[in-house]
């Protein structure tokens, strides 16, 4: 894989520690709580880590802008705040005015509740696809250009009509 990983509000790790598992290159972990930290540190610890990573307690916003001045590029960002949290649109907003904080053929992966609607796009950040398992959801946002207008006067053509299209 030889991934770049963000886990955001990591926890205690179990996602950045099975991204590791699965050949990704770096792994930075960001988790506010000092409690957790620590139980994320015996994590690692118990499963031999302690290359490719780098973990920061703070919050998720300020890390962004971290990341964001240190020019930080990530090719995969998991972002599963607790599910009361207000961070979500913060965070996915804050993305989106950032996007080549994902690679651009990165994906952004929000865990949320159910109940909790995410909108279809942030920016160029375009949802592709939704997993829903019992009340979990996973969404899988991609970078997409934003549609540009067309311009005044200018007639698009329809799918249709393009070279290579089925309709030939």
Sequence with gaps: MGARFLDLCAGTGSVGIEALSRGA????FVERSPAVIAVLWRNLTACGISDGIEILQQDAVRALRRFRERGDVFDV????????????????EYIARTPQMLAPDGMLIVMHHAKRALEPRYGELERVRQVRQGENVLSFYVRRPLPTPARRGEVQEPASALVGSAAE
């Design 25 to 28: 290159r770096w792994v930075t």
């Design 77 to 92: 960002i998991f972002f599963d705040p607790p599910y009361a949290s207000a961070l979500y649109d913060s965070v996915l």
